[in-house]
């Protein structure tokens, strides 16, 4: 066999070997009103919390939350009527500082072994558009409980290609004051206002 004609087979083998493993592009709607509605729970492999304060005020500073948890009980009918629950475990905290990370977790900060979790419930939903809400409800930090808003987008929904799962998306902002938590440290040093941006993907429960 010629070297040149096992060279095409071989190429040919890996591209269809590569076809293979390439995931079918999602098939996402944009629009709200096709969307699925039910009860979803949060997809914690792709839900994040950013939030950032400004800093000596030179640079507004970031850090990221993960592993989050929570249901969304999602009314496409009427999606005023939906509900959201949502737990942030406080230790997830990550900066790009190591020593800033564990700094964060002690008591002159978050507490996280005394208060290792945050927790969102939603008490309204007011719409603003065909894919933008206002979402109103309750934040518990450091042991308080305040009232809080989020600005809420719609960015998608469909199946995962990957794992077959209906999953819907949605990106939200909001800000509060960190000294309503009782997390006071280096005030006003560093900013009391904490500017908070969440990228949230949630799964149609079985």
Not at 24 to 44: H, L, M, N, R, Y
Not at 49 to 61: A, M, N, Q
Not at 97 to 107: I, V
Not at 147 to 173: E, M, Q
């Amino acid at each position: 066999m010629k070297p040149a004609f096992v060279l095409f087979g071989l190429k040919t083998a890996l591209l269809i070997a590569g076809l293979a493993l390439t995931p079918v592009a999602a098939q996402t709607i944009t629009k709200p009103s096709e969307v699925k509605g039910g009860s979803f729970a949060v997809d914690p492999n792709h839900t994040q919390v950013l939030f950032s304060v400004r800093h000596i005020g030179f640079t507004d500073y970031s850090g990221i939350f993960s592993d989050v948890s929570g249901t969304l009980d999602l009314d496409a009918k009427k999606p005023s009527a939906s509900h959201l629950d949502v737990t942030i475990p406080v230790a997830s905290i990550q900066t790009t500082s190591a020593k800033l990370t564990d700094e964060l977790k002690g008591s002159q900060w978050f507490d996280t072994a005394q208060f290792p979790n945050a927790v969102f419930t939603s008490s309204k939903v007011e719409l603003k558009g065909n894919d933008h809400a206002i979402v109103t409800g309750s934040l518990t930090l450091h042991g308080v409980t305040k009232p809080a808003t989020l600005d809420v987008h719609f960015i998608g929904a469909g199946i995962n290609p990957l794992n077959k799962k209906y999953t819907v998306g949605f990106d939200a902002t909001g800000t509060i004051k960190r000294s309503d938590f009782k997390i006071e440290t280096y005030l006003p040093l560093i900013g009391d206002q904490v500017h908070l941006r969440i990228a949230g993907a949630f799964e149609l429960k079985d």
